[in-house]
Nanobody, 126 residues
Framework: EVQLVESGGGLVQAGGSLRLSCSAS????????IAWFRQAPGKERQGVSC????????NYRNSVKGRFTISSDNAKNTVALQMNSLSPEDTAVYYC???????????????????WGQGIQVTVSS
């Protein structure tokens, strides 16, 4: 059974940091792209960052570049998202997602992903 379980969310003040973790099981982790998406109330789900485990390359949406860092531990089947300099605009439910194959130019597209976690709340207060 495929499982993606997010952890590490919570409430933080603007300017603070959080580290999200996605624990994966039930599939060949090292062959997958793992991504973080987020969805704020009333808004579409948007891609935040991804890492292609097969070669380690990463992608970020422009608004998080320089503030967020994605990393993968293939031995532990986990992907982390270190989020620094958080702002209220980062408030959302964050989801972990996995894709076996994809068109990399569309890494931020929801339909590219096969599996999803249940999501975890991140709230940044001003």
């Amino acid at each position: 059974e495929v499982q993606l379980v997010e952890s590490g969310g919570g409430l933080v003040q603007a300017g603070g940091s959080l580290r999200l973790s996605c624990s994966a099981s039930g599939f060949a982790f090292g062959n997958y792209t793992i991504a973080w998406f987020r969805q704020a109330p009333g808004k579409e789900r948007q891609g935040v960052s991804c890492i292609h485990n097969i070669d380690g390359t990463t992608n970020y949406r422009n608004s998080v570049k320089g503030r967020f860092t994605i990393s993968s531990d293939n031995a532990k089947n986990t992907v982390a998202l270190q989020m620094n300099s958080l702002s209220p605009e980062d408030t959302a439910v964050y989801y972990c997602a996995a894709a076996r194959t994809m068109y990399r130019n569309y890494w931020f597209k929801v339909w590219e992903y096969d599996y999803w976690g249940q999501g975890i709340q991140v709230t940044v207060s001003s």
